[in-house]
């Protein structure tokens, strides 16, 4: 039986326009509290404790909402109050709106695993329409190289379908992807497609962009999925992995590959709030994310779930 924390941040900076997840804007005075006494009164607490004692975790996703919104010294004094000797693996959510140095020294300090960055477009006029905040590309490539440096895999997320949300996105997207590989040099780049498109739509961009996809693997393999098109992609809206290295780490906790992604996973969301029940995947959810070649839950089953994200 795998085990997770997962520590959750319902803060972000903007509410993006795409954006489905658990967040909300608040006062730096709410976020502060949320960070300096909320979490930690929670983690300090005697349920928490138990569950510790009880439960042997192999990893600490820290995800939100936008961790990062949170200072690196606040997080040191978070970190503090897990025992993280005996977890395994250790990962992080961050935004380029709100990621420092300090918090690139954090994750190296505490021997992170994995930090993915939602970049979602390079365009800075995509990014203002959708109520995001950029930043440039060379300071992109400054923190990327130095999450790098410190032995960290590096993933950005890129979402396509952001801009017109129909198939003329396609090739602008691919560009953009194309940029990250070969500028910013993430070890990891997760493609996404938006999912307020209409599944008609959806099919489109699917097509178009397996069939670019396809043509840029080199360097960057896809080591989640075939490049082939399939309905179960649209159905259940797959996610595209590229790695140029540490391509086993997706699958490093799971003994037997992909097939056993969703299998005796159990997750608990400890917020401000508390710490909510367990959550383990049900059988006929495995069978889904099994279906085809998908190895990954859709995002409204990860949610309902409420599974830590790889």
């Given at each position: 039986?795998?085990k997770?924390l997962?520590?959750h941040t ?5 509410a993006?326009s ?6 909300n ?5 709410e ?14 607490s005697k ?12 990893e ?5 909402g ?24 250790l990962?992080t ?7 420092t140095?300090d918090?690139?020294r954090l ?6 695993d ?6 979602q477009?390079l365009?800075k006029?995509v990014?203002?329409k959708?109520?995001?905040i950029s ?8 923190i990327?190289?130095?999450i790098n440096?410190?032995g960290?895999?590096?993933n950005?997320?890129?979402l396509?379908g ?10 602008y997207?691919?560009?953009e992807?194309s940029?990250?590989?070969l500028?910013?040099?993430?070890v990891?780049i997760?493609?996404?497609?938006d999912i307020?498109i209409?599944?008609?739509?959806l ?23 075939n490049?082939?098109?399939?309905e179960s992609d ?5 996610e595209f ?6 391509k086993d780490?997706?699958?490093?906790q799971?003994a037997a590959g992909?097939t ?7 997750t ?10 367990q ?11 099994d ?8 995002k409204?089953y ?8 790889f």
């Amino acid at each position: 039986m795998l085990k997770a924390l997962y520590l959750h941040t319902p803060y972000c900076k903007t509410a993006c326009s795409y954006c489905v997840y658990d967040s909300n804007q608040a006062s730096q005075e709410e976020i502060n509290d949320y960070f300096d006494n909320k979490l930690p009164e929670v983690l300090s607490s005697k349920p928490f404790k138990d569950l510790l004692t009880n439960n042997n975790f192999k990893e600490l996703y820290c995800g939100g909402g936008t961790p990062t919104i949170g200072s690196a010294q606040q997080w040191r004094n978070i970190l503090e109050l897990i025992p993280l000797d005996n977890i395994a693996m250790l990962c992080t959510e961050c935004s380029p709106s709100t990621v420092t140095e300090d918090h690139v020294r954090l994750w190296r300090d505490y021997k992170f695993d994995w930090v993915s960055m939602g970049v979602q477009s390079l365009r800075k006029e995509v990014l203002a329409k959708n109520n995001r905040i950029s930043r440039p590309i060379d300071e992109l490539e400054r923190i990327i190289f130095d999450i790098n440096d410190g032995g960290i895999i590096s993933n950005i997320d890129l979402l396509c379908g952001i801009d017109k949300k129909d198939v003329s996105d396609v090739p602008y997207f691919l560009e953009e992807v194309s940029t990250a590989m070969l500028l910013i040099n993430p070890v990891s780049i997760t493609i996404h497609i938006d999912i307020n498109i209409a599944t008609e739509t959806l099919r489109e961009i699917y097509k178009e962009l397996l069939r670019g996809l396809k043509k840029m693997e080199g360097r960057y393999t896809c080591v989640n999925h075939n490049l082939v098109y399939s309905e179960s992609d649209v159905m259940l809206n797959s996610e595209f992995r590229f790695m140029r290295d540490r391509k086993d780490f997706l699958f490093r906790q799971i003994a037997a590959g992909p097939t056993k992604l969703v299998k005796n996973w159990t997750t608990w969301k400890i917020s401000g709030s508390g710490i909510d029940h367990q959550v383990k995947e049900k059988e006929s959810i495995r069978e889904i994310a099994d279906s085809e070649s998908s190895y990954h839950l859709c995002k409204k089953y990860r949610d309902a779930l409420q599974l830590p994200f790889f």
